[in-house]
Nanobody, 115 residues
């Protein structure tokens, strides 16, 4: 099982980023996927989840209305579109899934929101 994030970077407040997560090594279309984030000195927090067939999504209140999680099961990809970014969104963003009872994390991609 492998999850590889990309798309992070430095963005000005109010800007947008699209994070991507490439999955491999498991039946991607059978599992829900999530994005988490962790800022320095803070606990990792759930940002968004999407069900296996993308029928349902859930978002953290702190980012609701500014983010959209989506997936492409054919490409084994999950995305996080983030708009109207704020400095407090600065964190490392992680792709996550629980596969066959085991928690699987990517290595993370850094998002820095700063002018």
């Amino acid at each position: 099982v492998r999850l590889v994030e990309s798309g992070g970077g430095l963005v000005q407040p109010g800007g947008s980023l699209r994070l991507s997560c490439a999955a491999s090594g498991f039946t991607f279309s059978s599992y829900g996927m999530s994005w988490y984030r962790q800022a320095p000195g803070k606990e990792r927090e759930l940002v968004a989840t999407i069900s296996s067939a993308a029928a349902s999504t859930n978002y953290a209140d702190s980012m609701k209305g500014r983010i959209t999680i989506s997936r492409d099961n054919a490409k084994k990809m999950v995305y996080l579109q983030m708009n109207s970014l704020k400095p407090e969104d600065t964190a490392k963003y992680y792709c996550y899934s629980k596969v066959l009872g085991f928690e699987r994390w990517g290595q993370g991609t850094q998002v820095t929101v700063s002018s």
